[in-house]
């Protein structure tokens, strides 16, 4: 019996993509943050399908799904269960190519979909690649990137969540 050819999956077209990117465009300029537009996320914790993350006592309260809440849970508490899952080999993957990720930003929120991208270095290559914030949060706690937030987005559709971090 013939084996039948595998298609490649997406974790190997992303980091195709991704090689590829950072050969073709080389931004030798850091990228740098301002810091009146954005602040460091401080504060991220995941209830079930629930991630918040935030600064200080407001936070973005955002659903998603499932496994990615599991990975950004997994993530923060360093652990790999049975299998690593795509963030955990995505990272691999990222540290054999001598990739690093320099930060994640969360850039805005159109009402249905939040965006943010990765800013990803090899040498003098950076590229800014966009990707959905589970997926990089996700990828940022398993390399201690910092999370950076728009701050008028926080601002905007933050939660007070100083009484919950609190406990009498």
């Known amino acids: ?9 997406p974790l190997i077209a992303l980091v195709l993509l991704i090689l590829s990117s950072m050969m073709a465009y080389s931004i ?9 537009k954005y602040v ?11 991630v918040l993350i935030g600064n200080n006592c407001t936070a973005i309260v955002a659903e998603t799904s499932l ?16 299998r690593p899952n795509t963030h955990d080999t995505l990272v691999a993957v990222l540290k054999s190519f001598n990739i690093t990720l320099d930060s994640v930003i969360m850039e805005s929120f159109d009402g249905k979909f ?10 003098d ?10 997926d990089a949060i996700a990828i940022a706690v398993r390399t201690n990137s910092t999370i950076y ?11 007070d969540i100083c009484q919950e971090i609190v406990e009498p």
Do not use: H
């Not at 460091?40 to 629930?50: E, F, M, P, Q, W």
């Not at 496994?67 to 049975?82: D, F, L």
């Not at 939040?114 to 040498?123: F, Q, V």
């Not at 937030?149 to 939660?159: C, P």
């Open 125 to 134: 290559k950076i590229l800014k690649l966009d990707t959905k914030p589970s």
């Open 114 to 123: 939040y965006y943010a991208n990765l800013i990803l270095r090899s040498g």
């Open 40 to 50: 460091v996320a401080d504060y991220l914790k995941v209830s079930g399908t629930t």
């Open 149 to 159: 937030i728009n701050k008028t987005m926080l601002q905007e559709i933050g939660k």
């Open 1 to 9: 019996m013939k084996k039948k050819n595998v298609s490649k999956t």
């Open 28 to 36: 030798v300029n850091l990228i740098e943050i301002d810091e009146s």
């Open 67 to 82: 496994e990615r809440a599991e990975s950004i849970e997994s993530g923060v508490k360093g652990v790999i269960n049975e």
